[in-house]
């Protein structure tokens, strides 16, 4: 069996920025992902822009995960932070996936860690309150390995599950989890075409968009086409249980990702809701391209490239930590001693009955703090969960979910998990402060 400081499952977003902070502290660090690459809802979810690195003027994601957006713009593969012209977050920002997705395993490389890809979590063995060992699942085979410290990062916590941890699904009151959406990817689009129809539409927008940002936009996120989809559906042309339709223009000009479908009543924890959700949001995706060529101008010869490739997951469940953190921490702009990420991103729940988004706005420049307790759990002494399934309320959740925030959040796990490993004692034993030292060496940001 081989012995790694660090394992961390998952290699979604969180868990690569977890998997690079770890490896750069010097811990031997492997990454367990199912899939063929890192990225998780940024590349096998097709989900983009990200959104947001800051709360109001002030920049507050930073660190790995900014810098893996100064290395894409280096490569011209992504245009940096960009004005948000609907002005639901001060700034948005596009990026060409299949560079992010070799970025990510360069930077995980070449600070040494190691990458295991085609692996799926099949079983956890557990000790006096420690996680030994895991057993994935390869194409040879079943491979146990074990760590000083794992880190979760699956999004659906299920290493904490199988290792006992107790969790909560959905909303409180009836355990329903936010619809998934599939996401559609269009290219040929004459943007130009677009941004007339925005401007001559500007009152029927959403959130606010003002003619000079839609002008001036460098690339086009568009919120709106309320009464053109009310029309479709009257028609029986659509059936996507959504009000409107929702689309960002990526790194490459003309051509548009919607994160528009809505796919409701689906567990992402049942392989067998699951596996059905996949058919649903592609056959959403087929109406809405027929849509968008028939009634909206500057769509008449675009073409989908892309959807998924595999669904979009927005929430699950979330671990019962040693703090949950709530939505009245977040509006209240709380920041706690131990915080170890810093977000500016509001409450943003999409309605698991259908139609319907439920924002929590914060002030113009409201940030909140993410604290350590909510990483890990009373009963296991090596593990850290990271991601969107930290211990956190629905309504939090609905907040903390987003990929800038989870990069944070994973860059202070894999940080912690290194640490942890290398002193040879518990994350509840771990110095907050040294851990929020190491943050700070690393270019993150913990101050208001």
């Not at 170890?340 to 113009?364: F, N, Q, R, V």
Request: hydrophobic residues 40%; contains cysteine.
């Amino acid at each position: 069996m081989e012995h790694f400081d660090v394992v961390v499952v998952g290699g979604g977003f969180s868990g690569s920025i977890a998997a690079i902070a770890a490896a750069r502290c010097q811990a031997k660090t492997l990454i367990v992902e199912a899939t063929s690459c890192l990225g998780g809802s940024l590349t096998t979810n097709g989900v983009n822009p990200m959104m947001t690195f800051h709360a109001g003027e002030k920049q507050v994601i930073r660190g790995i995960t900014d810098e893996l957006i100064s290395r894409l713009q280096a490569r011209g593969k992504s245009p940096g932070h960009v004005a948000d012209p609907g002005h639901f977050t001060t700034t948005y920002t596009p990026f060409d996936a299949e560079a992010m997705k070799h970025e990510l395993e360069l930077m995980l490389l070449e600070a040494g860690g190691t990458l295991l890809y085609h692996a799926t979590l099949a079983d956890v063995t557990c000790k006096e309150h420690r996680v030994n060992s895991i057993t994935v699942c390869t194409r040879s085979g079943l491979m146990d390995i074990s760590a000083t410290t794992f880190i979760d990062a699956s999004g659906d916590a299920m290493l904490a599950t199988k290792a006992g941890v107790p969790v909560i699904k959905g909303r409180e009151s009836d355990g329903k989890s936010q619809p998934m959406t599939m996401t559609m990817k269009m290219v040929n689009v004459d943007r130009e075409a677009i941004r007339r129809y925005m401007l001559e539409n500007i009152d029927k927008l959403n959130n606010h968009y003002r003619a000079d940002d839609v002008r001036n936009a460098s690339r086009l996120a568009c919120h709106g086409f309320i009464e053109e989809l009310a029309a479709a559906r009257a028609a029986g042309e659509i059936s996507i249980p959504r009000e409107d339709i929702l689309f960002f223009e990526t790194n490459t000009p003309g051509e548009v990702v919607f994160n528009t479908s809505r796919i409701l009543d689906h567990d992402s924890t049942d392989p067998w809701s699951l596996s059905h959700a996949e058919f649903v949001g592609r056959q959403q995706c087929r109406e809405l391209e027929a849509f968008m060529k028939s009634r909206i101008p500057g769509f008449e010869q675009a073409l989908v490239v892309q959807t998924g490739p595999s669904v979009g997951v927005r929430s699950s469940c979330q671990i019962a930590g040693c703090y949950q953190l709530t939505a009245e921490d977040l509006l209240a702009q709380t920041r706690f001693d131990d915080t170890i990420a810093i977000s500016g991103y509001p409450i943003d729940i999409h309605s698991p009955d259908g139609e319907g988004t439920e924002h929590g706005k914060l002030p113009e420049g409201g940030m909140y703090g993410i604290p350590w307790r909510s990483l890990i759990t009373q009963t296991l002494d090596n593990l850290i969960v990271v991601g969107r399934c930290i211990s956190a309320t629905f309504e939090a959740q609905a907040a903390i979910r987003t990929t800038p925030t989870v990069g944070a959040i994973g860059q202070a796990g894999g940080i912690a998990a290194a640490l942890v490993a290398r002193a040879s004692t518990s994350v509840h034993q771990l110095q907050v402060s040294q851990l929020q030292d190491t943050i700070r060496q690393q270019q993150g940001y913990l101050d208001f």
